[in-house]
Nanobody, 122 residues
Framework: VQLVESGGGLVQAGGSLRLSCAASGRTFSSFAMAWFRQVAGKERKFVAAITWSGGIANYDDSVKGRFIISRDSAKNSVALQMNSLKPEDTAVYYC????????????????WGQGTQVTVNS
């Protein structure tokens, strides 16, 4: 089972990036999918999650109105569209999957990607 993130990079403040997470090894259509981020030396933090049906999305207040999470169950993938990026969005972003439903707590997630670096310059 693998989750592979892509789309990270360097961007100027105010710019946009789109992260993608491709799942393989099993079908994740019944899993909640989420994005977390982590700054070196700090705890991993919840960014956004989407239910297995794709009907409900949840966001941390720090990204609400700027980030959009979406999923394509047919393609076994989830994306994070990040707009109006700020330097404080700089982090390694991780894709995660949870069979038990979405949560803001990372311990409830069963599968994780390797992470992709997002750097936002001021």
């Amino acid at each position: 089972v693998q989750l592979v993130e892509s789309g990270g990079g360097l961007v100027q403040a105010g710019g946009s990036l789109r992260l993608s997470c491709a799942a393989s090894g099993r079908t994740f259509s019944s899993f909640a999918m989420a994005w977390f981020r982590q700054v070196a030396g700090k705890e991993r933090k919840f960014v956004a999650a989407i239910t297995w049906s794709g009907g409900i999305a949840n966001y941390d207040d720090s990204v609400k109105g700027r980030f959009i999470i979406s999923r394509d169950s047919a393609k076994n993938s989830v994306a994070l569209q990040m707009n109006s990026l700020k330097p404080e969005d700089t982090a390694v972003y991780y894709c995660a999957a949870a069979q038990s439903g979405w949560s803001r707590a990372d311990q409830f997630y069963d599968y994780w990607g390797q992470g992709t670096q997002v750097t936002v310059n001021s």
